[in-house]
T-cell receptor, first 113, second 114 residues
Framework: EAGVTQFPSHSVIEKGQTVTLRCDPI?????LYWYRRVMGKEIKFLLH????????ESGMPNNRFLAERTGGTYSTLKVQPAELEDSGVYFC???????????FGPGTRLTVT | DAKTTQPTSMDCAEGRAANLPCNHS???????VYWYRQIHSQGPQYIIH???NNETNEMASLIITEDRKSSTLILPHATLRDTAVYYC???????????????FGKGTKLSVIP
């Protein structure tokens, strides 16, 4: 069974540009989560999808971040426009059901210059 | 979610048991104890979780005190590949109430020494 996959593994963009990160959850997992770790900080929750609906987006830092999960399969996280403080590692996780253990992908390392 | 307290770092000799403690004195009755680890530059990896009974799987054992205010993760025979940051997290289960996000603290950096 394939695990959670994320693309790209690394992205380098300039301040003001747009970047879109993609996450493919484990097949059959309705729950999808985004987290991130910015430099020197702890891993922080961003949002949680149940199928295509946003269950909890309390961790989204501002309106420059837009997450979508059309069709309830893969998800994208768009940052527009990117700022220097957005640099970090963005993780995606999925779980089979609410409250079940979450399985993480390898992360996307975003560098904004 | 309840706050957890873990030692900043620990060392363990290769082949010996690694015992990682966690305090969660304000845990609620419907909150589970989860353990994850992050090996350098990889995504967090689920290890084990429990509510009040001790649990064991192929990776580790979880011992939860009777009052549920603390727990210990045990890696029975630590290897060099177990060197990682270990996170103890308390979170609601599948009761349908509360947030399902994982709240990561600073964790314990475990170094397995040859």
């Amino acid at each position: 069974e394939a695990g959670v996959t994320q693309f790209p593994s690394h992205s380098v963009i300039e301040k003001g540009q747009t970047v879109t990160l993609r996450c493919d959850p484990i097949s059959g997992h309705d729950n999808l989560y985004w987290y991130r770790r910015v430099m020197g900080k702890e891993i922080k929750f961003l949002l949680h999808f149940v199928k295509e609906s946003k269950q909890d987006e309390s961790g989204m830092p501002n309106n420059r971040f837009l997450a979508e999960r059309t069709g309830g399969t893969y998800s994208t996280l768009k940052v527009q426009p990117a700022e220097l403080e957005d640099s970090g590692v963005y993780f995606c996780a999925s779980s089979q059901d609410l409250g079940y253990e979450q399985y993480f992908g390898p992360g996307t390392r975003l560098t904004v210059t | 979610d309840a706050k957890t307290t873990q030692p900043t770092s620990m060392d363990c000799a290769e082949g010996r048991a690694a015992n990682l403690p966690c305090n969660h004195s304000t845990i609620s009755g419907n909150e589970y104890v989860y353990w994850y680890r992050q090996i350098h530059s990889q995504g967090p990896q689920y290890i084990i979780h429990g509510l009040k009974n001790n649990e064991t799987n192929e990776m580790a054992s979880l011992i939860i005190t009777e009052d549920r205010k603390s727990s210990t993760l045990i890696l029975p025979h630590a290897t060099l590949r177990d060197t990682a940051v270990y996170y103890c997290i308390v979170r609601v289960g599948n009761s349908g109430a509360g947030s399902y996000q994982l709240t990561f603290g600073k964790g314990t950096k475990l170094s397995v020494i040859p």
